[in-house]
């Protein structure tokens, strides 16, 4: 008897670590580079702050609402010494096909204006004039629901990595940094995915991407250690500020997630607020006369063709110039501030043609 007992012990424990081990097979399957990508990259924008003197900064953003709120970081758009933001501000969508030729995917950019923003927290929003009506929105997480080890993902522009990469990882810890909720990640963050989303396996925005520790107090380099705001916190601020956002709700006991919502208002406690037509009716259409019955033909089998590959163009694994593993349009040379100055000299040569237009009218 003894001995049968333990014979069905060892089953029933081979059994459990069999379950286990396909609990977290299917847990790790479930999450797809590859399918966040193509899901959140759209409606992730590249954003280029200036002035007068050509100064400025350049970064990432995510479209939260479809009248053209973009959520990014405060330092992406504030300019440093007039502690103010800067005076042109221009945002760029994705286009439908990165071609890893900057002037080609930097096309058509559109201004905006600042709607809230706090450089305490580093978090702003600011609206595009009259971008296009058709992009999808990024609905926010839940942030609280995501635990550490689970998989996550960012998008943005890192030097050496392209336009619209993405680059994957996990919850290394969340904690509090002063007034902030913070999630730390070790998926690679570079200087141009600052105010980028960090992205869950739904592809819902959970962090807001924006600083990067690169030594610790004694001076020593540090690899890994990168930040994100988490989305609860966001959403707080974004509801001070009379802001409603997409969001999704936890996930039910049933294991379904809940359709994206509209928030009416934040649930947690916050920090301290800073000011900061119907389709027409189709015309009746006359049946065509039916041509008389062909006799049918017969047909030879084509030749099957070569299965279709991959253009260079098209988004693909690789390695960036830290080693770090990414997804997209490699660029290798690509600058973020380099193309900036680019679309400032186009803003300035339009901005004297716009002035010169003008005189021409007084004249």
Known sequence: ???????????????????????????????????????????????????????????????????GMVLTNNHV?????????????????????????????LRESYPVRVVARDEALDLALIQVQGGPGNIPVMPLGDSEQVDVGSSVAAIGHPGGGGLWTLTTGTISSRR?????????????????????????????LIGVNTFVRRVNTQGLPLEGLNYSLRSSF????????????????????????????????????????RPAEPAPTPAPVEPEPQPAPVQPQPRTQPAPSAPTQPGPDAPRAFKGPNGEEMYGVPQRDFSLMGAAAEVYQESFENANKAFDSLDAEFD
């Open 77 to 105: 758009v504030m300019n440093p010494k007039t502690k103010k933001p800067y005076s042109s501000i221009r945002v760029f969508f994705k286009p439908a096909r990165i071609t890893g030729d900057v002037a080609i995917d």
């Open 176 to 204: 509090r940094d002063g007034d902030r909720d913070i999630f730390q990640t070790d998926a690679a963050i570079n200087p141009g995915n600052s105010g980028g989303p960090l992205l869950d396996s739904s592809a819902h």
């Open 1 to 67: 008897m003894r001995r049968k007992q333990s014979i069905f012990s060892g089953i029933a424990a081979t059994a459990a670590v069999v379950a286990l081990l396909g609990l977290a097979t299917s847990a790790q399957a479930s999450f797809s580079a590859a399918d966040v990508y193509r899901n959140a990259s759209p409606s992730v924008v590249v954003i280029y702050g200036f002035d007068s003197s050509k100064s400025g900064a350049s970064g990432t953003g995510s479209l939260v609402r479809a009248d």
């Open 234 to 273: 966001v959403r707080q601020w974004l509801g001070q500020n009379g802001v409603r956002v997409a969001y999704t709700q936890p996930v039910h006991q049933e294991g379904r997630p809940a359709a994206p919502q509209t928030s009416p208002e934040p649930p947690m406690a916050a920090p301290e607020a």
